[in-house]
T-cell receptor, first 108, second 111 residues
């Protein structure tokens, strides 16, 4: 079945450093979504990417969808303590398959 | 605008029992989907309903079922509970082709 691998599992950074998480799918996706989940909270929708090679930005966050629509990345520039949480990708073919998430820990 | 409401927030059940969880989507959202989140397996898709019809189903046994009512509210039922069913069950709603808005979840503990 469809698999979505997400790396790294954990990332410790000093406040102000950059952060990147990567998702790789075993199959070509129709679209991919990104979510953030704070500790003890529920996933919150960040963005959806649909087109091959698409790049979208939200303030310090940059999202990319690969040309083959099998991989995606989320990059955060100059992390802040408010960025702490787990970032999930969800790859869609017919149903969403979630990556295991990358937990971002920001040290002040 | 009210968010996605899930009830109850916490539930403790005994192995072999059944349980029903409830979800009220955001007003106007016709798609409701359910997910299971565990430390071991992560976030997994259970099923999605749209206009009272199950549109998609994940890879879960038939003990997991759901339904959606005409007002878009949804229920999820798990029969013959097993210890491994202990998890956070999340409901999410969507207006259609966009991202999901998740509820706060129901934490189910099976003892």
């Amino acid at each position: 079945g469809q698999q979505v691998m997400q790396i790294p599992q954990y990332q410790h950074v000093q406040e102000g450093e950059d952060f990147t998480t990567y998702c790789n799918s075993s199959t070509t996706l129709s679209n991919i979504q990104w979510y953030k989940q704070r500790p003890g909270g529920h996933p919150v929708f960040l963005i959806q990417l649909v087109k091959s090679g698409e790049v979208k930005k939200q303030k310090r966050l940059t999202f990319q969808f690969g040309e083959a629509k099998k991989n995606s990345s989320l990059h955060i520039t100059a992390t802040q303590t408010t960025d702490v949480g787990t970032y999930f990708c969800a790859g869609f073919v017919y149903i969403p398959t979630f990556g295991r998430g990358t937990s971002l820990i920001v040290h002040p | 605008k009210a968010g996605v409401t899930q009830t109850p927030r916490y539930l403790i059940k005994t192995r072999g029992q059944q349980v029903t969880l409830s979800c009220s989507p955001i007003s106007g959202h016709r798609s409701v989907s359910w997910y299971q989140q565990t430390p071991g397996q992560g976030l997994q898709f259970l099923f999605e309903y749209f206009s009272e019809t199950q549109r998609n189903k994940g890879n879960f046994p038939g003990r997991f079922s759901g339904r959606q009512f005409s007002n878009s509210r949804s229920e999820m039922n798990v029969s013959t509970l097993e210890l491994g069913d202990s998890a956070l069950y999340l409901c999410a709603s969507s207006p259609g082709q966009d991202g999901y808005t998740f509820g706060s979840g129901t934490r189910l503990t099976v003892v």
